[in-house]
């Protein structure tokens, strides 16, 4: 069992995350920047090429677009050394870091401050484009995350991406360096930048693959992240962007919740390529479903196609109000046929109309489950897919995974949206030893019928919109759920801390979103969640919708209300005393 199943918090931290570090997040004084000289970064001098006009417009708009406006946020790609440098030397403290750019701007170098919870330590998102890692990035993980002792873990996050917590400011620069050194890169992974490149996370090896997504998905990447260097012409996008690409009828990789949907379909000359569907997101406003963008893009136009859109987003998008400026607000402002028109003169191409479906697709298509052991299109290999339990980890989990990892995979190990891992080309004859693997007895490839479909967001563990505790919770009430329930079928929970719904809960069967409840007779609010049921996900995908609200989140409370759920809904009956 993991450290902070039962509402318990990681050793170091109080009951909601807090460290034992005093002081406030303020900006005392503008610290001087002189210029230095570092890694692999473009040159950010001067405005990037941004058309000057945006620059006009931001000015006129939200607050986050004054201060990208004041100081693009690539600038970060320099200054966090300069930062670094100056606590280093006793110069300054994180407290004297301008506030924009410590709360805002290090987004652009993928550093997180969490001024709530760990005031003055930092969360890096990083960027695995399809999820794919190896050993040698693992263990830079647990390095690097184990010299803040009890401070210091990770996340699988629900873009199969990592993220590492516990950074300190004059560490931000060695982070960066580590990780461009062992391959990735966790620059423009934050605020108004395109997010981790979403694939099949059994691409390659998927007996029923329709397209290999890993090459793609590291082209894309390449040109957003400009080589793991940066990429100036898209750091100041008017709102995060997400890219997918699905690799089979399964859609693991969920085409109807992203800006960019890719998915993989022959034209009628037999050429594999993709139809697009676009402008699917979440907000704490708004939740929707992509819709088909009525083209069909050729896999060597992808690059360049992403290109054209992210473009035409930046440069049209919304810049006043956030809670509008999703590209699909764009998408419904001027109407399908100019947007796809204008992403077209962009790309400086005609696009085909998209593909249709061939007979085969008459016959249903279950979405799988990749949890598990299961025979690869290479004969001889399995993959074994395992739940981390809400994907939490620590620098001894990622040491052993990468044990694992080259013992069994060659080096390699992938991660899932629902926050797993797999393991790839393990060789048959070799399946008993890995299963015996002490690793696979923590994050098992067998699990309950809750246990093996639950997904958290951060919460307020850590995160500074989180309404409620999630990760503690989710294990706890999936635990109590199968203690007392016969499930016998996947129930897929959610558990998202605020209505930003970073775990998707218009995804799941079951979306637990937090909220503030009232029980009678107990004074103010307290710990509650919304309940949303309906979410369908593979071929035909629908979206979850709120079903009941303000359920307050004790087990007491919670418990009765989803087991009549599940009762009623997922042939779930009371288990026998
Ligand atoms: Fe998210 C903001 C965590 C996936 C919608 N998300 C945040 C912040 C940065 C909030 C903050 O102030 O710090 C959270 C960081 C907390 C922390 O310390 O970890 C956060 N989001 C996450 C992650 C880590 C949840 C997880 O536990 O897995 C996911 C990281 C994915 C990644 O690797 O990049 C994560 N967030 C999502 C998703 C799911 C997805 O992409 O499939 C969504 C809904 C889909 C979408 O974006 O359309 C999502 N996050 C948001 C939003 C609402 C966006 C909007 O348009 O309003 C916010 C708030 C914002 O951006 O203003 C947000
Ligand atoms: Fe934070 Fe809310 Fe996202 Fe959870 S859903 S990680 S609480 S922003």
Request: aromatic share 8%.
């Amino acid at each position: 069992m993991i450290g902070f199943v039962g509402g318990q918090v990681p050793a170091g931290y109080s009951g909601h995350g807090k460290r034992v570090v005093s002081g406030r997040c303020r900006s005392i004084r503008k610290v001087s920047m002189e210029p230095v000289e570092k890694i692999g970064v473009s040159d950010v001098s001067g405005l990037n090429s941004i058309p000057e006009e945006i620059w006009e417009r931001a000015l006129g708009g939200s607050k986050f677009e004054k201060v990208k406006a004041e100081k693009d946020g690539s600038e970060m790609w320099k200054e966090i050394y300069v930062y670094a440098e100056k606590v280093r030397n006793g110069e300054i403290t994180y407290q004297d870091i301008d506030s924009d750019d410590l709360n805002i701007r290090y987004k652009w170098a993928g550093l997180f401050h969490r001024p709530k919870a760990t005031p003055g330590r930092f969360m890096s998102r990083l960027k695995v484009p399809n999820g794919i890692l190896n050993s040698e990035q693992l263990r830079f993980f647990g390095e690097f995350i184990g010299r803040y002792g009890d401070d210091g873990c990770g996340d699988i996050t629900t873009r199969m991406n990592i993220q590492l917590r516990g950074i300190v400011v004059e560490d931000a620069g060695d982070l960066v360096d580590g990780l461009n050194a062992v391959g990735l890169t966790n620059i423009q992974s934050g605020m108004d930048n395109v997010r981790n490149l979403v694939g099949s996370p059994i691409a390659g090896i998927d007996p029923h693959e329709m397209f290999d997504t890993r090459e793609i998905c590291k082209d894309i990447d390449n040109y957003i992240t400009g080589d793991r260097k940066g990429n100036k012409e898209i750091t100041n996008l008017p709102r995060k962007f997400n890219i997918c690409v699905s690799g089979s009828r399964d859609d693991f990789a969920h085409t109807h919740i992203n800006d960019i949907g890719l998915k993989p379909m022959k034209n009628e000359e037999g050429v594999m390529g993709f139809n697009v569907d676009i402008g699917g997101y979440f907000s704490s406003k708004r939740a929707a479903h992509s819709i088909s963008m009525d083209v069909w893009v050729h896999p060597d136009d992808v690059v360049a196609f992403c290109r054209a859109m992210l473009l035409v987003f930046r440069d049209n998008g919304e810049r006043k109000d956030r809670q509008k400026s999703r590209m699909m607000w764009l998408v419904e402002k001027w109407g399908l046929e100019k947007f796809r028109s204008t992403v077209e003169e962009r790309m400086g191409k005609t696009l085909a109309r998209e593909a249709k479906a061939g007979p085969e697709f008459d016959t249903p298509f279950p979405r799988r489950d990749v949890l598990g052991v299961h025979p690869q299109k290479q004969e001889g290999y399995s993959w074994v897919g395992c739940r981390v339990p809400v994907g939490r980890l620590f620098a001894k989990d990622f040491f052993e995974m990468a044990d694992v990892a080259d013992k069994y995979s060659d080096g390699e190990m992938r991660l899932t949206v629902e926050q797993g891992i797999i393991f790839p080309n393990v060789k048959n004859e070799e399946l008993d030893t890995i299963l015996a693997e002490p690793l696979l007895k923590r994050f098992s490839p067998v699990a309950g019928n809750v246990t093996r479909g639950l997904v958290a967001c951060t919460g307020s563990q850590f995160c500074p919109q989180g309404i409620v505790d999630t990760k503690g919770r989710a294990v706890r009430i999936a635990d109590l759920l199968e203690e007392e329930l016969d499930i016998p079928e996947l129930v897929r929970m959610h558990w998202t801390g605020c209505p930003n719904s970073c775990a998707q809960v218009q995804v799941a069967d079951i979306g637990l979103m937090g909220a503030k409840a009232r029980i009678p007779g107990v004074k103010g609010p307290v710990d509650g969640v919304d309940i949303y049921l309906g979410g369908k996900i593979g071929e035909n995908t629908e979206l979850g919708t709120l079903y009941k609200k303000g359920v307050p989140a004790e087990p007491e409370f919670l418990i009765p209300a989803l087991k009549e759920i599940m009762i009623e809904r997922f042939n779930c009956t009371e288990k026998k005393s």
